[in-house]
């Protein structure tokens, strides 16, 4: 097999699907059959200069794929498959990779430049492979081009995979051969994988950036090298300037003046992608002050010895006059790309950001440019103006903003409703969206909705909601914020008026045939569950009205293809009118003649075997559903459980065995002991589930969660379960305990788990309670109390 590797390599590449099949087929079953010799082979095709470029580039890919998959379980189950390899043929395949970054082809050795960096992510942190740096700073001093480029962008990927595992001296020398290469001596193509290595090398230089001649000689290569004739090198340099004022804000005085007056030339001159990057700088230093203020404003500001420069207010003056510029460079066709990103709506971005940082600050200098731009003729002034103002509405005080606010808001109305530019129209409806998420709610001392002006706003909302796509999407986001700020006035809602209107017109949205360009069919469903979630008693009739008219609406997706979106949609409104209708007593009474019905329409939503989005919507809905019927939801188990089991199954879409873990929950409080029939086949599935490797780790906190909702639902039929939960629990305590403070995603997800625990500890023992069952706990008692003890530390 191993001579014949380069054909059926080529022929897995072939247009002809019958031979692309049959090859597929034969390098797996080289693979299952002999792995280390098809690793070799892939190797040794990679690194022969006589093999066709398409074979060695796919060899590369397949051997890079076999040391690393995005599932955290087949990632480890890779990792351990790689490290048990005889130590010959790992050494062979790693000289075989080396030996490839000396290939004339580009696409050999850029492939085999990731195949390292993925066996130094494993190999380096065990300490293995201590060889490897050294040979690839050999190789920086070779004399050709496409040699050192190799190299380079080796040492960046190396720095992308690698967290831990390479000592200071190395990173000094990886640093110092980077820097080399970034000099404007070399030819470009080096520069510029130089110059993408420091940017991933960047994590490991913290005590570079402590050494004053150090961080000053590397801060200098990086702004020599944002004036490379070359655009990528530009761009690749503002990205490390991104990158170094978020890692190494507090380092930042020194240079704060020569960022500014680079970023502005740039932003100012330079080409978008470069322009793009500069403006992120003033973003990134906004995010970190931004942050730096809350905690110092905080519970830690004592234990905290960050300190805020305040560079963004230093900069004010000359920082917003040049955001503002950029608002004028719109695309004609922004509004209708949802991916959409330039320089005009990176500048508002930023523009929000400083006003978010600044506060009042901000507001004189922006004031300005609104008043003379919002009523030009030419459209891209009053876009601009109506940006403006919509990004600086968070951040100041709503004292500074609300007489502005009042001002406006009828020339913003009219504006939505009147002008013949559909671009001003999209940011007019954002805008007002901000203002009534901002500025608008019981808390506001000054209303922005008065009785005398609120039918005007939902007459030009509704209106706007005909409007084309993205109009009508950012009218419906308007409404949704208005909705939310009438939440807490008191039993009559100013839009209580408006309550069937509203209704109407977001269920007229959602059956517009251009309802699934710019989000707006989405868009209309989370309005209308925003405007039911508010409510108060008085439209309570109307929602219940509601209820056959939703149920229809997912009837007919099930009598139609490629429907999930809608029906994901239509089962978490269902949701919020079942929670809704189910938090009074009389009301609940009213919405039970329906339940039947509901439950059957979720039933059949679950047999069309749908995406794993409308499986969680529909559990979610079950889970409210729940809450209403109580005990009564005993007669849907029969038919309901196969699906329950089917979602705790379900390991590959995570998200749903969280969820239906979740419902699990909901079904124990509800049934209580009548949930009893099923829990040996849930709490199977359950402890299968913890025991599998293939489990995404954030469903365990569910599952243990699970466990104290079962016990406290069967009381003490839990003790058959004991002898196996319990050690589970033990050992994810321990878990907690040594992986905890690592970064901030494990330390979250420690929490959580912790969290976990304590539920299930707390159901299990309140299950128990004087029962005479109750001393079968007591050898559990101690590892109990040590949990408790140790989370006090």
């Given at each position: 097999?191993?001579?014949?590797?380069?054909?059926?390599?080529?022929?897995?590449?072939?247009v002809?699907?019958?031979?692309?099949?049959?090859?597929?087929?034969?390098?797996k079953?080289?693979?299952?059959?002999?792995?280390?010799?098809?690793?070799?082979?892939?190797?040794g095709?990679?690194?022969?200069?006589?093999?066709?470029v398409?074979?060695?580039?796919?060899?590369?890919?397949?051997?890079?794929?076999?040391?690393?998959?995005?599932?955290?379980?087949?990632?480890?189950?890779?990792?351990?498959?790689w490290?048990?390899?005889?130590v010959?043929?790992?050494?062979?395949?790693?000289?075989?990779l080396?030996?490839?970054l000396?290939?004339?082809?580009?696409?050999?050795?850029?492939?085999?430049?990731?195949?390292?960096?993925?066996?130094?992510?494993?190999?380096?942190?065990?300490?293995?492979?201590?060889?490897?740096?050294?040979?690839?700073?050999?190789?920086?001093?070779?004399?050709?081009?496409?040699?050192?480029?190799?190299?380079?962008e080796?040492?960046?990927?190396l720095?992308?995979?690698?967290?831990?595992?390479?000592?200071?001296?190395?990173?000094?020398k990886?640093?110092?051969?980077?820097?080399q290469?970034?000099?404007?001596?070399e030819?470009?193509?080096?520069?510029?994988?130089?110059?993408?290595a420091?940017?991933?090398?960047?994590?490991?230089?913290?005590?570079?950036?402590?050494?004053?001649?150090?961080r000053?000689?590397?801060?200098?290569?990086?702004?020599?090298?944002?004036?490379?004739?070359?655009?990528?090198i530009?761009?690749?340099?503002?990205?490390?300037?991104?990158?170094i004022?978020?890692?190494?804000?507090?380092?930042?005085?020194?240079?704060?003046?020569d960022?500014?007056?680079?970023a502005?030339?740039?932003?100012?001159?330079?080409?978008?992608?470069?322009?793009?990057?500069?403006?992120?700088?003033?973003?990134?230093?906004?995010?970190e002050?931004?942050d730096?203020?809350?905690?110092?404003?905080?519970d830690?500001?004592?234990?905290?010895?960050?300190q805020?420069f305040?560079?963004?207010?230093?900069a004010?003056?000359?920082?917003?006059?040049?955001?503002?510029?950029?608002?004028?460079?719109?695309?004609?066709?922004?509004?209708?790309?949802?991916?959409?990103?330039?320089?005009a709506?990176?500048?508002?971005?930023?523009?929000?950001?400083?006003?978010?940082t600044?506060?009042?600050?901000?507001?004189?200098?922006?004031?300005?440019?609104i008043?003379?731009?919002?009523?030009?003729?030419?459209?891209?002034?009053r876009?601009?103006?109506t940006?403006?103002?919509?990004?600086?509405?968070?951040?100041?005080?709503?004292?500074?903003?609300?007489g502005?606010v009042?001002?406006a808001?009828?020339?913003?109305?009219?504006?939505?409703?009147?002008?013949?530019?559909?671009?001003?129209?999209?940011?007019?409806?954002w805008?007002?969206?901000?203002?009534?998420?901002?500025?608008?709610?019981?808390?506001?001392?000054?209303?922005?909705?008065?009785?005398?002006?609120?039918?005007?706003?939902?007459?030009?909302?509704?209106?706007?909601?005909?409007?084309?796509?993205?109009?009508?999407?950012?009218?419906?986001?308007?409404?949704y914020?208005l909705?939310?700020?009438?939440?807490?006035v008191?039993?009559?809602?100013?839009?209580?008026?408006?309550?069937?209107?509203?209704?109407?017109?977001?269920?007229?949205?959602?059956h517009?045939?251009?309802g699934?360009e710019?989000?707006?069919?989405?868009?209309?469903?989370?309005?209308?569950?925003?405007?039911?979630r508010?409510?108060?008693?008085e439209?309570?009739?109307?929602?219940?009205?509601?209820?056959?008219?939703?149920?229809?609406?997912?009837?007919?997706?099930?009598?139609?293809?490629?429907?999930?979106?809608l029906?994901?949609?239509?089962?978490?409104?269902?949701?919020?009118?079942?929670?809704?209708?189910?938090?009074?007593?009389?009301?609940?009474?009213?919405?039970?003649?329906?339940?039947?019905q509901?439950?059957?329409?979720?039933?059949r939503?679950?047999?069309?075997?749908s995406?794993?989005?409308?499986?969680?919507?529909?559990?979610l809905?079950i889970?409210?559903?729940?809450?209403?019927t109580?005990?009564?939801?005993?007669?849907?188990?029969?038919?309901?459980?196969?699906?329950?089991?089917?979602?705790?199954?379900?390991?590959?879409?995570?998200?749903?065995?969280a969820?239906t873990?979740?419902?699990?929950?909901?079904?124990c409080?509800?049934l209580?002991?009548?949930?009893?029939?099923?829990?040996?086949a849930?709490?199977?599935?359950?402890?299968?589930?913890?025991?599998?490797?293939q489990?995404?780790?954030?469903?365990?906190?569910?599952?243990?969660?699970?466990f104290?909702?079962?016990?406290?639902?069967?009381?003490?039929?839990?003790?058959?379960?004991l002898m196996?939960?319990?050690?589970?629990?033990?050992?994810?305590?321990?878990?907690?305990?040594?992986?905890s403070?690592a970064d901030?995603?494990?330390?979250d997800?420690t929490?959580l788990?912790?969290?976990?625990?304590?539920?299930?500890?707390?159901g299990?023992?309140?299950?128990?309670?004087?029962?005479?069952?109750?001393?079968?706990?007591?050898p559990?008692?101690?590892?109990?109390?040590?949990?408790?003890?140790?989370m006090?530390?």
């Amino acid at each position: 097999m191993a001579t014949e590797v380069t054909q059926v390599l080529l022929n897995a590449q072939a247009v002809d699907a019958a031979v692309r099949k049959n090859a597929e087929e034969t390098l797996k079953q080289f693979q299952e059959q002999n792995l280390p010799g098809f690793l070799l082979s892939l190797a040794g095709e990679l690194a022969s200069n006589e093999k066709p470029v398409d074979s060695r580039k796919l060899a590369g890919l397949i051997l890079k794929n076999a040391l690393d998959a995005k599932e955290q379980h087949r990632k480890l189950e890779f990792v351990q498959r790689w490290l048990s390899l005889d130590v010959s043929v790992k050494t062979q395949i790693k000289m075989l990779l080396l030996q490839t970054l000396s290939s004339p082809a580009a696409e050999a050795w850029s492939t085999a430049s990731q195949v390292i960096a993925k066996v130094a992510g494993i190999e380096l942190p065990k300490k293995m492979w201590p060889e490897l740096i050294e040979s690839l700073l050999s190789n920086i001093h070779q004399l050709p081009a496409h040699v050192k480029q190799a190299t380079l962008e080796t040492l960046g990927y190396l720095c992308e995979e690698v967290s831990s595992g390479v000592e200071q001296d190395n990173v000094n020398k990886i640093l110092t051969s980077v820097i080399q290469g970034m000099n404007a001596s070399e030819v470009n193509d080096v520069r510029l994988a130089a110059t993408r290595a420091l940017y991933n090398a960047l994590g490991f230089a913290k005590e570079n950036f402590n050494n004053n001649v150090e961080r000053d000689y590397i801060m200098r290569v990086v702004f020599e090298s944002t004036l490379s004739p070359d655009i990528k090198i530009r761009q690749a340099s503002f990205e490390c300037l991104v990158s170094i004022s978020s890692m190494y804000y507090e380092k930042l005085a020194p240079y704060i003046h020569d960022i500014y007056n680079i970023a502005a030339k740039a932003v100012k001159e330079d080409e978008e992608p470069v322009a793009l990057q500069a403006i992120e700088i003033w973003s990134s230093i906004c995010d970190e002050e931004f942050d730096i203020l809350e905690e110092i404003d905080g519970d830690f500001a004592r234990d905290s010895d960050i300190q805020c420069f305040y560079f963004v207010k230093q900069a004010l003056p000359a920082l917003v006059p040049m955001l503002l510029e950029t608002l004028l460079k719109q695309d004609e066709d922004q509004d209708q790309d949802d991916s959409a990103w330039n320089i005009a709506m990176a500048g508002g971005t930023c523009l929000g950001l400083v006003a978010r940082t600044v506060g009042d600050d901000i507001v004189p200098l922006v004031m300005p440019f609104i008043e003379e731009n919002i009523a030009r003729s030419d459209w891209r002034q009053r876009e601009a103006a109506t940006y403006a103002f919509g990004s600086i509405l968070e951040g100041p005080s709503p004292d500074k903003l609300m007489g502005i606010v009042n001002v406006a808001l009828n020339f913003m109305l009219a504006a939505l409703k009147t002008d013949l530019n559909s671009h001003v129209r999209d940011t007019t409806a954002w805008t007002l969206g901000r203002i009534f998420e901002f500025l608008h709610g019981s808390a506001m001392e000054r209303a922005v909705i008065t009785p005398e002006n609120c039918q005007q706003i939902v007459t030009v909302l509704l209106h706007s909601m005909k409007d084309i796509p993205n109009v009508a999407e950012k009218a419906c986001g308007a409404l949704y914020f208005l909705t939310q700020g009438c939440e807490d006035v008191g039993p009559s809602s100013p839009l209580n008026a408006y309550f069937q209107e509203i209704v109407q017109a977001l269920l007229t949205v959602t059956h517009r045939e251009d309802g699934g360009e710019s989000r707006l069919r989405t868009a209309a469903y989370e309005t209308l569950n925003e405007v039911v979630r508010c409510s108060t008693d008085e439209t309570f009739p109307m929602v219940l009205q509601l209820v056959p008219v939703i149920m229809m609406e997912l009837h007919l997706t099930l009598e139609r293809e490629k429907q999930g979106e809608l029906q994901g949609l239509l089962c978490g409104c269902l949701q919020v009118i079942i929670q809704k209708l189910g938090a009074m007593e009389a009301t609940k009474n009213a919405f039970m003649q329906y339940a039947d019905q509901i439950m059957n329409l979720f039933l059949r939503v679950f047999s069309c075997r749908s995406a794993a989005t409308v499986y969680e919507e529909a559990m979610l809905a079950i889970g409210s559903l729940v809450y209403v019927t109580g005990s009564d939801f005993a007669k849907y188990m029969p038919e309901f459980y196969k699906y329950l089991e089917m979602g705790l199954q379900n390991f590959e879409e995570y998200q749903v065995c969280a969820v239906t873990a979740g419902v699990v929950g909901d079904i124990c409080r509800g049934l209580e002991h009548r949930i009893l029939p099923y829990c040996d086949a849930i709490m199977t599935q359950l402890l299968k589930d913890l025991s599998s490797s293939q489990l995404h780790r954030s469903v365990k906190p569910s599952i243990f969660s699970c466990f104290g909702d079962i016990a406290l639902a069967i009381g003490e039929s839990f003790d058959k379960y004991l002898m196996y939960a319990m050690p589970m629990l033990q050992s994810a305590a321990e878990l907690s305990f040594r992986s905890s403070g690592a970064d901030d995603e494990l330390s979250d997800y420690t929490n959580l788990l912790r969290n976990g625990i304590l539920e299930a500890y707390s159901g299990i023992l309140q299950g128990f309670k004087n029962s005479p069952k109750s001393h079968l706990l007591a050898p559990y008692a101690p590892h109990i109390l040590l949990f408790l003890d140790r989370m006090k530390w």
